[in-house]
């Protein structure tokens, strides 16, 4: 117990001294961050403060407060509730359906039940038009069957966006649940029947209550999604927020999008800052693990009415890619008034290919898309690390920064881009990209670093902090470590992340089309160019082409990452 | 081989009082046990050696030079951990080879020492397997043959038998202990177990809210417990109350509850006075029944437990419950009869305070 005497004590180390150990954190730290300043958090502020431009601030919020964009956030707020409700009620069920019950075609409806995730936002819209519009395949059919006219059974307007956001949406509600499902202890349940409760009891006392959070969660994250929605209204023609935005941008009032743009900014940080109390807050949590559970089995003459049932449910799922792929062989303008294309044809492909013209927007979006990952993969991963490992105050300013696009919608990120890169000053460091092609990687960057940044997140919560201080005490510096233990462990992590957010890249429609250059058209926004003058059937090839690369990438990233990685996909 | 300071460190989270206050030397080629429940601090101790944890004051030593702010990659000490830490994409092989690399040794010289290495743990042959094709048992002497094969200067073990069974836990403290001292290295170990703590180290320091109770040999810790949380922690111990009658050197007379009197060693201490209250350590294995007029204690038999070799009971005196341990013979007392307890006085403690 002897010390030596010559000892000075008493004198507090420094802040320098006390992070000494993990120096490297936040020396990386200083770099992400000023990169999520500049190109986040910066064109945001840019943009709040735009909106005070123009004919001043109290002009552009009173004419938002009295004017259409009123109407507008309200409608939008509507549809957002319509949607939580319908999605809500459509994905419990399912949830409720495919974890508890046994029957004939359940294994198949479960495979298909996150179909809607792998639609691209474009071009999934598109399809439900086609299905289900007055001139779609649908209503006509039903027409040719019953001779009742065709707008009996169309879907449009709030209608029909509604309808897309239903079946876009209810996986948000039906991952959760099945989660929540999974993780339910059944002790539980088996503990209220053993004191008498009936079935009844045991879901409304019991099962629904500790299956809150999961709802919430559900239901906040399809209302900020529904919110941000900007494609359906868009083919439907429902002035919501968002379809505002670019309306008012385009008929170049831009001090009065900015303000709408802010406005709807300032909505949707909300929702992020609630979602993440609210996760914070849960309180229900499961003494034991989950336990494989009996489903009950269907029997008798219910289970062939089980297996019609998801039969008819799964062809439902299928229909929106059945009918793009239909449609993608059909010969232009050959489609008038029947129920399905008359003529088809490999036209659409061979011109796609062979066409310089038609093939540039597919080269622009990929590779603009690639530039993009490669910034994500490069600031998501490392600030997934950093957060990981930082043990001083202040995380959550870089968690919100890196966060925060992934609760703003496309719309106010192009708005943001624009904006903030429009001309040179001090916030861009003279740095212009408005109406240049490299405004689109960045704007890519932007929406989907959040992604890598989760992905790689969730891989990094599933190894030991030990196994880096092993390697440190082994004797290897910090950039060793991430070199030989780290990265090689989350690797499959960063590329899932990587992966979603190449193909999101390769689909986005919604800030492309406030921020492309007229010589460089993205793919989506081509996709609606075509849709537009009538070309219909190269609409769906492109559409066609998008889809397939999104079911190899989720078909890759599941076999990479087991069973996680499918609720990922969040873009509308 | 060095010695470790642990230089009147305090480790505190903002203002509150600090969770840790120690002042420890560990002696070149030490095996050396911070022992005590868990929360103690015993782990943030061995955090503060390997540098993963800065103390809030005071200083870490190694030799007389001070560490306290050097990275813990630039310490060069071989850890353990509970949970073994393996590299899972590496073979064993590279995760024992891990250390060396940083240290760029030469193809040869690592072939050599990795193969030396696995030896020692009895894991010659075993370095192309993947690191979840062994047992936990096997895992866990990787992490320990990864641990020495860069010859550490400390060598830091984190509870590393706690995931094993008690059989196993047996077997590779008795390796720890062997290649530690084939090796001559200083070591620090942590642990909750007592028992292992006794049977491995040559100084225990024990420890309980972030303060050290006592450091010494095992025996010691043992036989003379510094204070009756180190008394009942230490294996089981009955701790009487009792009033000092008279103070000799080195021993005290006190009286027991019932009033018979006892002499017993002490520590010395010049202020201890006849009337004090002392608390007085006896193992229940010392403890043994007697005829009534010859007790020092009198009580009635409680509950009492067979376990082959011997038999523990129950005695309540008073309010006191005491624990007896005794060779099982057919005359050991029942439940409800009275009995009376007496004891060597020379091998009791008188715990100071």
Redesign the interface.
Known sequence: ????AT?P?????SLS??I??D?FVYLLAIPVFLVLLYFVVAPMLQTAIFSFDGKGAAVNYSTFFTGASASALGLSVGISLASVLLCGVIGTLLAVLLTRFDFPGRRMLEVFAILPMALPPLIGTVAFVLLSSESGVVPRALHELLGAPASLFAASGIGGVLLVHAFTMYPYFYLSVSAGLAGLDSSLETASANLGARKARTWAKVILPMLTPALVSGALLTFMISMASFTAPQLYNVQTLTMQIVSTRTSGDHSLAAAQSTVLSIVSILFLVSMRWYQGRRVHRSLSKGVQRDRAVSRGPVRYLALAGSLLISALLLAPVLVIVLVSFSVDGAWTTQVLPPQYTLANYTRIFTDPKSLLPINVSVQMSVLATIAAVVIGAAAAWIIARWRLGGKTLLDIAIMLPWALPGTVIGVNMVTAFNEPNAANLGLVLTGTLWILPVAYFVRYVPLVFRSTGASLDTI?P??E??????????V??LR??TV??VAKGILAGALLAFVDGVGEYVASVVIYPSQYVPLSVEIFGRIYSSEIGTAAAYGTLQIALILIVLVVSRAMEGRSSAGAVTTV | MISVSLDRIEKSYGDNPPTVAADIRIEAGEFFTLLGPSGCGKSTMLRMIAGFLQPTRGRILFDEEDVTTRPPNKRDTGMVFQNYALFPHMTVAQNVSYGLDVRRAGKAEKAERIAKALDQVGLAGYGTRRIDQLSGGQQQRVALARAIVISPSVLLLDEPLSNLDAKLREETRLQIRRVQQEASLTAVYVTHDQAEAMAMSDRIAVLEAGRVHQVATPREVYHRPATEFVARFIGRSNVLPATVVETRQDALVVELPGGRRVETPAPRNPNRKAGDAVSLSVRPELMRPCPVDEALLVGVVGAAEFTGASITFEAAVGDLELTVTMPDRADAPRPGDTVGLAWDGERTWAVGE
Do not use: C, K, Y
Not at chain 1, 9 to 13: D, Q, Y
Not at chain 1, 469 to 478: D, H, I, M, T, V
């Open positions: 117990m002897s010390a030596p000892t004590i008493g004198v507090r180390p001294e006390r000494a150990g120096r030991d030990s196994l201080e092993a390697a440190r005490g082994l004797g290897a510096s910090p060793r470590v030989t233990v090689p462990l």
